[in-house]
């Protein structure tokens, strides 16, 4: 599409994300007590769940719709620094996005369902579906003659939609808690909306550090960077894809041990889940990291400036998000999140200000996910103390099970392949070396750990 379409599309795609922190809380609730009630097994109220959430996102979706088409399009056309002569296209654009936007809020009750059912082998198969079909969908932009920019934006509205179509088939055909009918349970909304409230901080402040960053961005350096922000979005989009994949087969458990009162074994699967995510990342991220240039050629050939600082960056700070997950799952799992969210949302929220002061201070662009990074130590911190304090969680023996472990496989992964990148001609030789001693590394330095470990326990039950 080129870096300015790239560009418009990633800051509009923003715009429209900016209303979705309503959309995270709700989903948020939906998953938990879905899971919860599964845990429990009460289907009865697992129906109810399902149809007040169903019932709640077409509600929120009118609502989306009106604010969009007012509020929104007057900041789209008066207030982003787009050119004049896409303008019209920049609106085709938020039109499509806008239709996307609200398919995958009506997605979300049926997403739940199959994940707190367990049901990865679909959700697997229609994500491999999707992934085909958006691939399909970037052949076509080589067609000569057409508006690649507005054509891309259609296309990305009928993916979804398609998908959408195949979440409700199954879900009607497999589940008897997913058939939705109109209804009002008091007692459901109460619960769903209580939870959702507090939820919505945490969703206000990631949406604030995320798209609020992307339109900063925009104000100050235009949408060449946005260009870049989102090319690098995609690189670690992808890679966290995979991990997040993996996390979401660890919630339903998560939940469910908790609501079964399992409490140690609840513990055990937050450590597992947040030390194999870590391993699932790292080892796809260190590789990248230390190639990205060459990467980044290979795949787009002109790369704009700040995209190979903003992919090390954004996966640095996936990374440190990957190893968090599971403790917010464990939060979400009690239930108890009204002062969770206050205190999380005051520290993910200083991304903005802090950003916005340092842009005025004249520092370079990517200075904004120098920051991130920095709040992301600071939240995750933040959050152990939290659990600490309010949930008995053993902080102590996360940091002795998961925290040195991770750090001592970076400390024996890592050095020899940054030695080659520094020391090396970039080159796809060097590239293929890097790839094979990254992984190489990884792999060993993790099959030590997880060596002692079973062997602890093979003397522990002897």
């Known amino acids: ?47 109810s769940v399902f149809c007040m959430s169903l019932n709640s996102y077409i509600i929120l979706s009118v609502i989306f719709l009106i604010v969009s088409e007012t509020l929104g399009l007057w900041f789209v056309n008066t207030q982003l620094n787009i050119p004049v002569e896409r303008m019209n296209a920049a609106n085709w654009v938020y ?31 229609v994500s491999l579906i999707e992934v085909v079909l958006k691939l399909v969908v970037v052949y076509v932009l080589f067609i000569d003659g057409i508006d690649r920019l507005v054509i891309y934006s259609l296309l990305y509205a009928i993916v979804p939609f398609i998908v959408n179509i195949a979440y409700k088939v199954y879900c ?62 995609t690189v670690s989009s ?48 260190l590789p990248i990291i230390l190639n990205t240039q060459i990467l980044l050629e290979l795949w787009l050939v002109n790369v704009p400036m700040y995209t190979t600082i903003f992919c090390q960056l954004i ?28 205190w999380m949302a005051s520290c993910i929220c200083l991304n903005f200000p802090l950003t916005y002061l340092v842009f005025k201070m004249g520092m370079p662009v990517y200075t904004a ?9 600071l939240t995750f911190t933040a959050r152990c103390w939290y659990m600490k304090v309010y949930l008995s969680f053993p902080v102590l023996q996360f940091v002795k099970l998961v925290i040195v472990p991770i750090l001592t496989v970076i400390i024996i992964s890592a050095p020899i392949p940054i ?25 060993v330095s993790i099959y030590k750990f997880l060596k002692v470990i079973v062997f602890k326990k093979i003397l522990k039950h002897r």
């Open 419 to 443: 030695c080659l990148a520094i020391f090396t001609n970039q080159s796809i030789t060097s590239f293929c070396l890097i790839i094979l001693i990254s992984v190489i590394a990884c792999l």
């Open 369 to 377: 996910w120098c920051i991130r990074i920095v709040v992301n130590i």
């Open 172 to 233: 009607g055909w497999k589940f008897k808690t997913t058939h939705f009918r109109l209804m009002w349970d008091k007692a459901t909304f109460r619960s769903l909306f209580s939870f959702s409230s507090w939820s919505l901080f945490g969703s206000m402040a990631n949406m604030l550090s995320q798209q609020g960053l992307n339109i900063l961005i925009n104000i100050f350096f235009g949408v060449t960077a946005n260009a870049a922000v989102g090319i690098a979005n």
């Open 1 to 47: 599409m080129g870096e300015t379409d790239y560009g418009i599309y990633n800051i509009i795609g923003g715009v429209v994300v900016l209303f979705s922190f309503l959309n995270q809380a709700l989903t948020s609730a939906t998953q938990r007590f879905l899971n919860f009630n599964i845990g429990k097994g009460d289907f009865k109220k697992v129906e």
């Open 238 to 285: 992808q890679v966290m894809q995979f991990v997040s994949n993996f996390q979401i087969a660890f919630q339903p458990q998560i939940v469910k041990t908790y609501a079964a009162n399992q409490i140690s074994e609840f513990h055990k699967l937050i450590f597992r889940t947040s030390k194999f995510s870590f391993y699932m990342i790292y080892i796809l991220s």
């Open 95 to 125: 039109q499509f996005t806008i239709i996307t936007f609200i398919i995958n809020l009506i997605r979300i009750p049926y997403n739940a369902s199959i994940i707190a059912y367990e049901r990865m082998d679909f959700f697997a198969y």
């Open 315 to 342: 996966l640095g700070f996936m990374i440190i998000e990957t190893i968090t997950a599971p403790l917010w799952m464990a939060v979400q799992a009690t239930g108890k999140i009204k002062k969770y969210q206050i």
